[in-house]
């Protein structure tokens, strides 16, 4: 997903540029460029491929090396493919404004017609680059600065963007703005980063000003000036970012993914802390006191998000049913504002989102509470979008995720809507002893996620066998059937397998077609309610000579006869049993995609963060 970086400060630009994009690459991109202001013209190069093309061609032009004020951009092709042209930054006519922009402009087709009937003559496919000739004709028709004509621009426009603005006639300003898309400025000793994600800006300064929508700062060496887009001053708080550079790095694994998988037993902890209170036997959501009565009366409970945390939704559908009694849907954050769901002030609307910056999970949030509900987050993202945009929430506190397919996250999703989902419980009809069981078993989760990462050598040799097949599939039942999907998921993202997940009865219906020999299936047959019947399921698929990969409860040898592999978890109550069973499924997948080849962190096509529609 697009990235931006820009800086302003006594250091050589080029470098934090370059440096800043290089932080940014794990959230996907296909062409990188800098601009580099050097003392009378803007000096720009742009690459498809990785930061460093842009880097090599930056360190031989002496002009850029001696700057010290520019603007960078990764672009994640949107309007027009990826090539040098259609790369970041996009210039006006004179090449004497450059911009770099993350989100969409909706009506750039009617404003290209505007602009091409005054002239202008566009070199690329972008959406952007109209907004880099849109300034240019405020500034060249009376505007009096810079933030001026970025101002009549952006009242423009429709759509989303994040966007770094700098003109050589005002040499060291950058102007920032931003509408649906994260910016951030760093604050640093007579230096200022400005960035769309934090990752770029921590080895500079832990001082940050986080920009809301419809807000936009001018950037100089002698200060920073805030304000709304309509230039009504605004007073920003310097926040202090809480992620190290440390926890962002690798951390001595291969990957971040593996990283982030063996973190699970530590992010759990983080994700529990402070939030069992022990002595009184009851949960404490320090984000949620503000509304915990509206919580108690709300009458249905609507999860929503995107991707792996639309899985997480989906176990916190029978986790709020179960556990709280509560009314509950899942939608599809992309489909929810489409679809006119029935939303009323007795509804709780939860968005799920690792990042806070889905736009289709902001996009749903932000119909919910139009629509009156109450809106709460379930986020990793400090700061981020949607935790600001919430009436309240509840941190993962899991730390940053940076591997495309999101681990450590889920498992943490899961935890926080089962503290939620107790503490609602309790307060509506939940006996104390039950209670009390939920709570000492949550605290034995991060000690047994330690026990099936001490598999991880076993799920590799299991894997080996099978990761010639192209086609799998992924079962469970009750809470396990998410676990399926999500299973499948994260097989299909990162090894590119085929893979699809069901709940096992729904085989029958249809993909039983598919099972032959060699077939790999892998059942969630945790101990539950349904462990009979999955057992039936297994049966189905043996005789039909698939190869059976089971995830069972520590203790069950007997399932062993009816299966090829076995990986056990320890026992646990079942509402948490999702906890556990996804982790030898993201080691599956860890390990399905080393054995293939291909690039864990970086899997082709996609995107950590989905900040378009
Ligand atoms: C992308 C990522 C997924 C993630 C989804 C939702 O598709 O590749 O791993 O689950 O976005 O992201 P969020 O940050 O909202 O949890």
């Known amino acids: 997903m697009c990235g931006i970086v820009g800086y302003i400060g006594n250091k050589r630009a080029c470098s934090v540029l370059i440096e800043g994009l290089k932080r940014l690459e794990y959230r996907g991109y296909d062409s990188a460029g800098v601009c580099v202001f050097s003392g009378e013209a803007l000096h720009i190069r742009k690459a498809t491929g990785r930061v460093a093309e842009v880097e090599a061609l930056a360190c031989a032009d002496r002009d850029i090396q001696a700057g010290t004020c520019g603007i960078a951009h990764t672009r994640w092709a949107t309007h027009g493919e990826p090539n040098e042209v259609n790369a970041h930054p996009h210039c006006n006519h004179d090449n004497r404004i450059a911009v770099v922009h993350n989100g969409i402009i909706e009506n750039y087709v009617t404003l290209k017609q505007f602009l091409a009937s005054k002239g202008c003559v566009f070199r690329s496919q972008t959406d952007t680059e109209v907004l880099s000739h849109l300034i240019s004709e405020f500034y060249e028709d009376g505007a009096d600065s810079l933030e001026e004509a970025v101002q009549a621009a952006l009242r423009e426009v429709s759509g989303t963007y994040g966007i770094a603005v700098v003109c050589s006639d005002e040499p060291d300003k950058i102007v920032v703005a931003r509408k649906g898309s994260p910016l951030i400025v760093g604050v640093g000793s007579d ?9 770029a800006i921590i080895e500079h300064t832990a001082n940050v000003v986080y920009l809301n929508d419809n807000e936009m700062a001018v950037i100089t060496r002698d200060g920073m000036r805030t304000m709304t887009v309509d230039n009504v001053p605004v007073t920003k708080e310097v926040q202090q970012i809480e992620w190290s550079l440390e926890q962002i790095a690798k951390g001595g694994y291969e990957h971040f993914m ?33 509304v915990s009565r509206d919580l108690v009366r709300a ?28 009314p509950t849907e899942v939608e599809y954050a992309s489909e929810f504002r489409y679809r006119n769901p029935i939303v009323d002030d007795g509804s709780l609307v939860i968005a799920l989102s690792q990042s806070g910056e889905t736009a289709d999970t902001l996009a749903a949030l932000r119909e919910a509470r139009e629509k009156g509900a109450l809106a709460l987050g379930i986020v990793n993202a400090v700061g981020s979008t949607i935790a600001r945009e ?14 495309v397919a999101s681990t450590k996250a889920f498992t943490c999703q899961l935890v926080v809507e089962t503290l939620i989902a107790l503490m609602l419980g309790r307060r509506r009809f939940m006996s104390q002893p039950t209670m009390d069981q939920y709570m000492q078993a949550l605290t034995r989760i991060p000690e047994q996620i330690e026990r099936v990462l001490e598999q991880s050598g076993l799920v590799r040799q299991i894997v080996a066998e099978h990761v010639d097949r192209d086609n799998w599939l992924f079962l469970g039942r009750g809470y396990n059937y998410p676990v399926a999907l999500e299973g499948a998921l994260k097989l299909k993202e990162i090894s590119y397998i085929h893979a699809e997940g069901l709940p096992a009865a729904e085989m029958k219906h249809g993909p039983i077609a598919l099972i032959h020999e060699g077939m790999p299936v892998v059942f969630i047959a945790p101990r539950c309610s349904t462990y009979e019947k999955i057992l039936g399921n297994i049966e189905e698929v043996r005789a039909r000579r698939g190869r059976i990969i089971a995830v069972a409860t520590e203790g069950d040898t007997g399932i062993a006869r009816y299966c090829d592999h076995v990986i056990y978890v320890p ?24 054995a293939r080849g291909c690039n864990v962190d970086k899997p082709r096509n996609l995107a950590k963060s989905v900040t378009v529609e």
């Open 191 to 199: 230096e200022y980063i400005v960035a769309s994600d934090a990752a």
């Open 258 to 290: 593996l990283k982030e998988i063996m973190e699970q037993p530590e992010a759990v902890r983080m994700s529990l802390g402070g939030r069992l209170d022990l002595r009184e036997m009851r949960v404490k959501l320090g984000g949620l006191e503000k």
């Open 571 to 594: 026992d646990c109550p079942v509402p948490l049993q999702p906890i556990l069973t996804v982790v030898p499924l993201q080691l599956m997948a860890y390990h399905a995609a080393v």
């Open 390 to 403: 919430t009436d309240a929430g509840v941190y993962l506190h899991a730390g940053p995720e940076i591997g």
């Open 299 to 326: 009458r249905k409970v609507i999860l929503t998000g995107c991707g792996t945390a639309w899985h997480a939704a989906l176990v916190g559908e029978y986790l709020f049913e179960d556990l709280a009694r509560i």
